[in-house]
């Protein structure tokens, strides 16, 4: 059981460059979800799923896209990263936000 | 203003000290969240909480809904308890919005 698996660990772009921020769970969860961290700033939401199929945007959506295709991956896109796309960026999944949330590795992502 | 305040930001004790971590929000709530992250990053999930007080080992959490307040309490803590500590409402149906976190380290 590996529960929730976030790619890669750390990153380094060239601004305008695009990537993808993997997660997959094995845990069969519903509720998926991403955020950012930044210093001095808690965790931010930036879109989260319910489901395959079915996304909605959370706190900080701009410069980032998800798509649900399966129950178990929830990627996360930058299609042209930006310097203020630095951070550090979590993925999280769980039966629905009302049960226990597991937490990916996260990802150090430097856009220079 | 932040819609989640938690106190102390940062919290320095002795082992052996009872711990205590606030979380006050702003808004309504249908439930709150505390996780704990550790010093090499991860997250994991302590307490879900919608009403009262829910133990596990030395960990005790609280809420009051009315008074839109809740705590995080460790008894006799220990070094391994050093990290920092997040607060998360959840707002609506289906968004998380956290706190900033209280670094706690408990010296030996």
């Known amino acids: 059981n590996a529960g929730v698996t976030q790619t890669p660990k750390f990153q380094v772009l060239k601004t305008g460059q695009s990537m993808t921020l993997q997660c997959a769970q094995d845990?069969?969860?519903?509720?998926m979800s991403w955020y950012r961290q930044d210093p001095g700033m808690g965790l931010r939401l930036i879109h989260y799923?319910?489901?395959?199929?079915?996304?909605d945007q959370g706190e900080v959506p701009n410069g980032y896209n998800v798509s649900r295709s399966t129950t178990e991956d929830f990627p996360l896109r930058l299609l042209s990263a930006a310097p203020s796309q630095t951070s550090v960026y979590f993925c999280?999944?769980?039966?629905?936000?009302?049960?226990?949330?597991?937490f990916g590795q996260g990802t150090r992502l430097t856009v220079v | 203003k932040n819609e989640v305040e938690q106190s102390p930001q940062n919290l320095t004790a002795q082992e052996g000290e009872f711990i205590t971590i606030n979380c006050s929000y702003s808004v309504g709530i249908s439930a709150l969240h505390w996780l704990q992250q550790h010093p090499g990053g991860g997250i994991v999930s302590l307490f879900m909480?919608?009403?009262g007080k829910k133990k596990h080992g030395r960990l005790i959490a609280t809420i009051n809904i009315q008074e839109k307040h809740s705590s995080l309490h460790i008894t006799a803590s220990h070094p391994r308890d050093s990290a920092v500590y997040i607060c998360?409402?959840?707002?609506?149906?289906?968004?998380?919005?956290f706190g900033q976190g209280t670094r706690l380290t408990i010296n030996p």
């Open positions: 909480l919608s009403s």
């Open positions: 799923s319910v489901g395959a199929g079915i996304t």
């Open positions: 999280a999944s769980s039966y629905s936000v009302y049960t226990e949330a597991f």
């Open positions: 998360a409402v959840l707002q609506g149906a289906q968004k998380l919005v």
């Open positions: 845990m069969n969860h519903e509720y």
